[in-house]
């Protein structure tokens, strides 16, 4: 089945500077790559996501960019803010079974 | 405006007892699914279902159980058979197939 590696599991910026989270997964059949935000006691949420036929998509502050050849995708938040802060999970999706990363807690520091 | 509700928000089990956790979406959503979420492990799998009176079991289903019984609810029971069931449960739904996951906001069970 698929695997889905995430890194770094803990990164902590300056407010102002930029973050990057990459997720590397390993089955060539998957073709849609969410992302989500889970602040501290509540459910994840959708904020970016990307399908294999795209290599890049931005929405503001945050963009995210796929490798299919390289078999990974990363999400990148300029101008981070103290309300940036939270666990960001990554995900690839297989058919209809979603494989989830493990998560990193970023802390934007004011 | 349409959203998943979970319900209770934390909840509190004696060793032995069974619990169930609601999950109620209005989304109009095919797709229901229970994730379980322990630090540093991510989300895992529990059940899913594309369809009412149709379910299957995800990656770590022992211990739990569900039912579709309508579009709307996805109700999880928490067997005394889960040997380790203090965890964070999400409840989650998507129109199917590779469209993105809306998430509840999460039932913390405790067992004491």
């Known amino acids: 089945g698929e695997n889905v590696e995430q890194h770094p599991s803990t990164l902590s910026v300056q407010e102002g500077d930029s973050a990057v989270i990459k997720c590397t997964y390993s089955?060539?059949?998957?073709?849609?790559f969410p992302w989500y935000k889970q602040e501290l006691g509540k459910g994840p949420q959708l904020i970016i996501d990307i399908r294999s036929n795209v290599g890049e998509k931005k929405d503001q502050r945050i963009a995210v960019t796929l490798n299919k050849t390289a078999k990974h995708f990363s999400l990148h938040i300029t101008e981070t803010q103290p309300e940036d802060s939270a666990v960001y999970f990554c995900?690839?999706?297989?058919?209809?079974?979603?494989?989830f990363g493990t998560g990193t807690s970023l802390t934007v520091i004011p | 405006d349409g959203g998943i509700t979970q319900s209770p928000k934390y909840l509190f089990r004696k060793e032995g007892q069974n619990v169930t956790l609601s999950c109620e979406q209005n989304l109009n959503h095919d797709a229901m699914y229970w994730y379980r979420q322990d630090p540093g492990q991510g989300l895992r799998l529990i059940y899913y279902?594309?369809?009412?009176?149709?379910?299957q079991k995800g990656d770590i289903a022992e211990g739990y159980s569900v039912s579709r019984e309508k579009k709307e609810s996805f109700p999880l029971t928490v067997t005394s058979a889960q040997k380790n069931p203090t965890a964070f449960y999400l409840c989650a739904s998507n129109r199917g197939w590779t469209d993105g996951y809306t998430f509840g906001s999460g039932t913390r069970l405790t067992v004491v």
């Open positions: 995900a690839a999706v297989t058919g209809n079974q979603f494989y």
């Open positions: 279902s594309q369809i009412v009176n149709d379910f």
């Open positions: 089955d060539s059949a998957s073709n849609y």
